[in-house]
Nanobody, 129 residues
Framework: QVQLVESGGGSVQAGGSLRLSCEAS????????VGWFRQPPGQERERVAY????????NYADPVRGRFTISVDNAKDTVLLQMTSLKPEDTAKYYC??????????????????????WGQGTQVTVSS
């Protein structure tokens, strides 16, 4: 069982930046696929980005590509999501999730299906105009 804890959410004005962190209770994610997802108020959960932690392959959803960066901080056993040029439409609860695959194409398919094994409780991001 892997427990995930997100942190770093908050309220910012449009154009601002935030950095989210996802910490895992176990080191299993080191050879896994870690994704960030978000759920705006009253809407379905959306894909944001994923990273294959052993190898570093990444992919981003179109609405965030070029503004968000996902990375691994191996020293702290965390996956980071650096968010810049934030827009009001980025307002959502952000979740990290992990699934045990180190294959980029498999990770991509899980990302498309939003079908990951373990999920965190989420952290709220609010962007005001």
């Amino acid at each position: 069982q892997v427990q995930l804890v997100e942190s770093g959410g908050g309220s910012v004005q449009a154009g601002g930046s935030l950095r989210l962190s996802c910490e895992a209770s176990a080191s299993d994610y080191r050879s896994g696929c870690v994704g960030w997802f978000r759920q705006p108020p009253g809407q379905e959960r959306e894909r944001v980005a994923y990273i294959v932690t052993n190898g570093g392959g990444t992919n981003y959803a179109d609405p965030v590509r070029g503004r968000f960066t996902i990375s691994v901080d191996n020293a702290k056993d965390t996956v980071l999501l650096q968010m810049t040029s934030l827009k009001p439409e980025d307002t959502a609860k952000y979740y990290c999730a992990v699934t045990r695959t180190s294959a980029h194409d498999v990770c991509y398919n899980y990302f498309l299906k939003k079908d990951f094994d373990y999920w965190g409780q989420g952290t709220q991001v609010t962007v005001s105009s």
